[in-house]
């Protein structure tokens, strides 16, 4: 009985009492390829036209490397199109220069993802479609401890989106008001009290005593 081959990686599948005398090669060539499948790194040049990996039986093959870098700068859109059939996981670099263009990872007759300039990918084929493992389609949650110090900047920040039940009880301070930012609206009828003026405008039915330098006294004889 012949060799078969594997449906994902083409390794060849040896039948019982086959390839003797060069069983040994045959099997050190299977193990180079799930080396490559792996580890296998390869820069693949794509700026003047698509690129279509290919995955050969029982030999070092494109489409088996575990990375693939891409590389140049697109004349056009460029597509690299993946063998049908094929179930696997690679790491994607995207170094090339993109200008007005774009560049798609798929499978042959299936569909794919476009890939960031200057940007990693993890993606993978059903053997149908390949589809991008990207951080908007992972579950869970980000924590505190996910989120470094001083990571979240000012444009991070959506308009109108901090609302008064994000903000504790006494937490700003007078450092941040601007100055001269507190207007007349800003302030609830009857809120401000003698206690919060400066000088003082008293209207006493006794003689006045004690106050500050500057207040004003006027006595009420009813």
Known sequence: ????????????????????????????????????AIAGFQAIDVASSDVTLVMSNASISNARNMVLKFTGTLAGNRTVNLPDGIEKFYILQDATTHGANSLTFKTTSGTGFTLDEGKMHGGFSDGTNTYEVALNTLGGTIGTLQIDDDAIINSKVADNAILTANISNNQISSAK???ANITEAKIENNAVTAAKLQRKFTISTSSPSGGSDGDVWFEYIP
């Open 1 to 36: 009985m012949a060799s078969t081959y594997s449906t994902d990686l083409k390794l060849e599948l040896m039948a019982t009492g086959e390839n003797a005398g060069t069983w040994g090669t045959k099997t050190n060539t299977n193990l180079e390829l799930v080396q490559q």
């Open 177 to 179: 008001i601007i100055d």
